[in-house]
């Protein structure tokens, strides 16, 4: 279930590709073209391995692959570009729409489906007509009777890419098939394939392979796509921090259903090009420093409200706001070189400069300075109050930063131990202590990397950010109801004993994506959202009915065990009370009642007195209550709203 963060200055340099949103992020425009291999063996249904799978070719798993990624970029990156090539094809279309064709070019057996462009809804619906419409699809896949050149297909490629996004940051190209060695007794063919994605990488397009397993067969990459896709080096900022060399799609030799699946979790995990937050030494001492890149790996998903959708035309539009700053007292319009920001001090208003502000918030470059390491066993739980930060060696600043940074986080791994750093993010940022952790690999059941290895920087909470444990006073239960709950606790238990929250996506969430996936494209509004965290209740019952009803005749049995047979006495003669004191007992009650009626009167000079101080949040809300009904102001609202209001009275006072 994916806070706001700005980034550093510098950490991006912007073109025209370039935009910074509202919440400070600096957002890089993506473009990718899915490059899908439509080959006999593509086309052919893989059989089923389960009742409930359905047969399903990898060409048509791809082309629905396809789909759900650009009606997820469509609403979540609606300035992204996304196309669909298909290669090996008996028909041939290569054309730009305004020209009908793109120089004169022809690309034999490589179908353009949908131009590389910001897709809108007819491009979405065109393709799941074709990935759910078996008529449509007959006429458009169908495999060439002639052997495809892959030299051809990579140089059409070239040509989107140039003519369509040249000056994108980010440019990709998607390619599956189930051919590991498409030229194999053609050295020549081989060879200009290899000078092909030279020409692409030279342009700064990054070539992601995803092969699929037939079922006789596994793929086999070094036969010819080790020499089409480039490893990428250390600093490069695209890949190499999160994709692991040799990394395997799955196999995709099942059903249709988990064909789908595996390749979506594949292609989402290398979908969203990583942007770095921060590029900032670490610094072991001051004549030692690395370079390093920060990433957010792990952030909230919430609804997106970056802009208005107008539905009064004839198709739902994205309105253009302004923003317009207006005076209370006159309601005229306010310029920005007028407005001046202060705070308040001892009820005055004390206004600064912008350059005095900046020397406020100036605590030093940005920095992850290591001050000393500590046992890993030292650091609790309770500590982990804020996300953290991913960090990667970088070449671009200090040459050897990835040996160094190597050898950092194999030490902390081997030797259990944890780094202690002051952690300055970017400029104008509050430094903090944070905790420098090393993180291994980790892969899903798909066999795709999902967390990469590298170095986690945790910021440590102040002494103020921790709140105390309630006291409380815990009652065993007896053994026999705990091994009842748990023989309930295991028959209640997950697959494999894991908890997969990717499994279960927030329901509000999914909700707002599937209201503005219907305006974008032109469907009915849905009735009713679909939510996978409701608990299965028959499924509960069928498990662990019969255990929860044993329980319940068990807690009973104990119930009845400890309470009955105990004599019926009073709280005070369990504790040796006379029977002729509860009279006695009663005046110090009375007591703090006068006590407290004394105080009444002098709410208003205890008022006067925590104002005085500045420590109006100490007094209860029956006196804050009291007090604001003394002077006929209002008591609705929280115990801030009536601070609030005492102190705007007494600065009208003063």
């Not at 539905?311 to 007292?329: I, N, R, S």
């Not at 902390?412 to 131990?417: A, Q, R």
């Not at 002051?422 to 090393?438: E, G, Q």
Request: aromatic share 8%; glycine share 6%.
């Amino acid at each position: 279930m994916a806070d706001s963060y700005p980034p550093a200055e510098d950490d991006i340099y912007q073109e025209e590709d370039e935009e910074v949103d509202d919440s400070g992020y600096k957002s890089v425009k993506d473009a990718i073209l899915f490059a899908i291999d439509i080959s006999d063996s593509m086309l052919m249904d893989r059989p089923s391995e389960s009742n409930k799978g359905q047969p399903q070719s990898p060409a048509k798993a791809a082309i629905k692959c396809a789909y759900h990624l650009m009606q997820q970029r469509i609403i979540s990156n609606p300035k992204d570009m996304m196309g669909v090539l298909f290669y090996g094809t008996e028909a041939s279309r290569f054309y730009d729409e305004d020209e009908n064709s793109c120089g004169g070019l022809s690309y034999p057996h490589c179908y353009l489906f949908t131009d590389l462009e910001v897709p809108d809804a007819n491009d979405v619906k065109s393709l799941r007509a074709l990935a759910e419409d078996d008529d449509e699809a007959e006429q458009i896949l169908v495999s060439s009777k002639e052997r495809v050149s892959m030299a051809n297909v990579l140089f059409c490629a070239n040509q989107i890419f140039t003519s369509k996004a040249s000056n994108f940051l980010s440019r990709r190209l998607f390619i599956i098939t189930d051919s590991d060695n498409p030229h194999a007794d053609d050295r020549t063919m081989r060879s200009a394939a290899t000078v092909r994605a030279k020409d692409l990488y030279d342009l700064g397009v990054i070539i992601e392979l995803f092969p699929i397993s037939r079922p006789d067969h596994e793929f086999d990459r070094s036969k010819f796509y080790d020499d089409i896709i480039y490893k990428t080096a250390p600093g490069d900022p695209e890949a190499s921090a999160f994709t692991a060399a040799g990394t395997q799609v799955p196999n995709a030799s099942g059903d249709g259903i988990s064909l789908l699946n595996s390749l979506l979790s594949s292609v989402n995990s290398r979908s969203v090009p990583r942007r770095a937050l921060f590029k900032i030494p670490l610094e072991f001492s001051p004549d030692f420093k690395i370079s390093v890149t920060g990433y957010l790996i792990f952030k909230r998903q919430e609804p997106s409200r970056s802009c208005y959708v107008w539905l009064g035309g004839e198709k739902p539009e994205l309105a253009k706001g302004t923003t317009t700053h207006v005076a209370d007292d006159t309601a005229r319009t306010v310029e920005k070189g007028e407005i001046r920001k202060a705070y308040k001090f001892g009820g005055e208003q004390i206004s600064f400069t912008a350059e005095e502000q900046a020397k406020l918030r100036n605590f030093g470059d940005p920095v992850i300075r290591i001050i000393g390491f500590k046992p890993r066993s030292s650091l609790p739980i309770w500590a982990s109050i804020k996300h953290p930060t991913f960090i990667y060696p970088s070449e671009d600043e200090f040459v050897g930063s990835t040996r160094v940074f190597s050898a950092l986080h194999q030490k902390l791994l081997k030797d259990e131990k944890i780094g202690i750093v002051w952690f300055i993010a970017r400029k104008n940022a509050t430094p903090v202590l944070a905790a420098m952790l090393a993180g291994e690999e980790k892969l899903d059941d798909n066999g795709v990397q999902f967390l990469p290895p590298g170095l986690w920087i945790l910021p440590l909470p102040f002494a103020d950010d921790i709140r105390q444990n309630p006291e409380t006073n815990l009652v065993v239960a007896p053994e026999p109801l705990i091994d009842h709950m748990r023989t309930i606790v295991q028959q209640l238990q997950l697959p494999k004993a894991q908890y997969d929250p990717r499994k279960y996506p927030n329901p509000a969430l999914q909700w707002h994506y599937r209201i503005l996936q219907a305006l974008a494209l032109d469907e009915e509004l849905p009735e009713q959202a679909e939510d996978k965290t409701i608990p299965r209740y028959k499924q509960i019952d069928k498990r662990a009915g019969d255990y929860v009803l044993e329980w319940g005749e068990e807690l009973e049995k104990q119930h009845q065990k400890m309470y009955t047979g105990q004599p019926k006495t009073s709280t005070l003669a369990k504790r040796g009370k006379p029977e002729h004191e509860p009279a006695a007992e009663e005046k110090p009650v009375k007591k703090v009642k006068t006590e407290s009626a004394s105080n009444g009167r002098n709410a208003a000079d205890e008022v006067q007195s925590h104002y005085n101080s500045g420590s109006l949040s100490k007094l209860t809300v029956a006196v804050l209550k009291e007090y604001l009904t003394k002077k006929k102001m209002s008591v609705m609202g929280k115990k801030a709203d009536l601070i609030e209001r005492v102190e705007k009275y007494f600065d009208r006072k003063g």
